[in-house]
């Protein structure tokens, strides 16, 4: 039976066999042999590590001495390409064609590997030696001779090289325009005045206090001054009021600096005002020229002012008829409040807490809501009617309505009983508070 144990799998015929077919066997491995000294090109089908095995007895261009690897893919990291199997010792020539510009890192077993950068060649051996084979650089080392030809290409921050090959003598030309230079890192020495530098290499350079004299004209980026006056330095460097007043010599007046728009003024003399309009001002106006104050209104009764025309206070005052208005806290006799000439109404087709506000009115429940209301008042603590306060309620349905109350007393009038009352239809009732928590409840269809 046939091996394959050899550094390039060829068929290798055990005595007997092939008998009248041996002849092809040999063929191929001659064939097979003639692979070894070839090209071969290999293709990376993914971005990720690959292993290439030569198969035993059969063409494949691993087993070329030119290996050229090409990725159908960009590659975004280095990746590694395990030469198999890892019996076979062999020198291959190693081209990274792949796309991505990415390292290729060439192994076989667990030992040594070597990197192939993008774009280079590198020849290689396997050493054969199983799970730990090492793959071994196998490039050759100069030791010794001479150089016979160069030729030279580039460019470099602008500026390009070019001639040759040179073999013996010859010349190659500096061309271009110096461009992109760094110079922190890639400028040494000192550039001359003439240059636009320094002409030193020194870092400390004129004091501007003790090496420069003179003054700077304005058009030369000075101020055309020597020295500043009084306070102006200390303005310059807090610009407050106080510091102003330092730094100018004709102020008038102290205090604050003040600008146009609503300044605030502490007695100020104001001189003789060609115009303007005087609001809010008090004092007297016994030093006032006659004739530039004119008092056209007519005084009545007494006190010590006029009152203006927003929320006046007077001391029983005479209004006399009034045109229109509206009072609120007005008392007829000083204890009881003013109140209405007839009983408002407050329609209610739902249940109902009365309000302050309900003080004299009527709470209506009307026909066209065939339900039962409860209409409730308002504990004194919630709501504090004022003693005299009388609440009535109308029921025009069929339906009754409930007057209640919540924490305080509401007594029938005919016999003290107390809580909840029902009005029945056509039924009117009225709760007159006699105390802060105590009422008095009558009417018609109440029981």
Not at 14 to 39: A, H, K, P, R
Not at 230 to 239: C, D, E, K, Q, R
Not at 398 to 425: C, E, F, N, P, Y
Request: glycine share 12%.
């Amino acid at each position: 039976m046939p091996t394959f144990n050899n550094n390039l799998r060829l068929k290798e015929i055990t005595t007997g066999d092939e008998d009248g077919t041996w002849g092809t066997s040999t063929n191929t491995n001659l064939e097979l042999v003639t692979d070894g000294f070839s090209y071969g090109t290999k293709d990376m089908a993914a971005d990720a590590d690959e292993t290439f095995t030569m198969p035993d007895a059969t063409a494949d261009a691993t087993r070329g001495f030119y290996l050229k690897f090409t990725s159908g893919v960009s590659l975004t990291a280095t990746r590694t390409i395990t030469l198999g199997p890892n019996t076979i010792s062999k020198v291959w020539m190693i081209e990274n064609a792949t796309t991505g510009s990415q390292t290729l890192t060439i192994k076989q077993g667990s030992g040594a590997t070597v990197d192939v950068p993008s774009g280079s060649k590198l020849m290689v051996v396997t050493d054969g030696a199983g799970a730990g084979a090492a793959v071994l650089n196998a490039n050759p080392t100069e030791i010794g001779g001479s150089v016979t030809s160069v030729a030279v290409t580039g460019t470099v921050n602008g500026i390009t090289l070019t001639g040759g090959p040179v073999t013996s003598s010859g010349t190659f030309t500096l061309g271009g325009s110096l461009s992109d230079v760094d110079l922190t890192s890639q400028v040494t020495g000192t550039l001359p005045t003439a240059n636009g530098g320094t002409g030193t290499t020194a870092t400390t350079f004129a004091n501007l206090t003790t090496n420069v004299t003179g003054t700077l004209p304005v058009a030369n980026g000075g101020t055309g001054i020597t020295s500043l006056g009084a306070g102006v330095a200390g303005f310059l460097g807090t610009p407050s009021s106080a510091n102003l007043i330092t730094a100018v010599t004709d102020e008038t007046g102290t205090g604050a600096l003040v600008f146009a728009t609503s300044p605030t003024f502490v007695t100020p003399v104001l001189g003789t005002p060609a115009s303007g309009v005087m609001t809010n001002v008090s004092g007297t106006a016994a030093s006032l020229t006659a004739g530039l104050a004119t008092d056209t209104v007519t005084k009545t009764g007494t006190g010590s002012t006029y009152a203006t025309n927003t929320s006046p206070t007077f001391v029983t005052p005479v209004l006399g008829t009034p045109a229109s208005g509206t009072l609120s806290g007005c008392t007829v006799d000083g204890t009881d409040a003013v109140g209405f000439r007839n009983i408002p109404q407050n329609r209610q087709s739902a249940n109902y807490t009365l309000v302050l506000t309900d003080n004299g009115r009527h709470i209506f429940h009307p026909s066209s809501d065939a339900s039962t209301r409860t209409y409730t008042i308002p504990a004194n603590a919630s709501v504090a009617y004022p003693i005299g306060t009388a609440l009535t309620f109308v029921n025009m349905t069929s339906q009754v309505v409930s007057i209640a109350i919540t924490t305080d007393v509401m007594r029938l009038a005919k016999d003290g009983t107390t809580g909840t009352r029902s009005l029945a239809q056509y039924g009117s009732a009225t709760a007159l508070k006699i105390e802060s928590a105590l009422w008095l409840i009558s009417g018609s269809a109440l029981t």
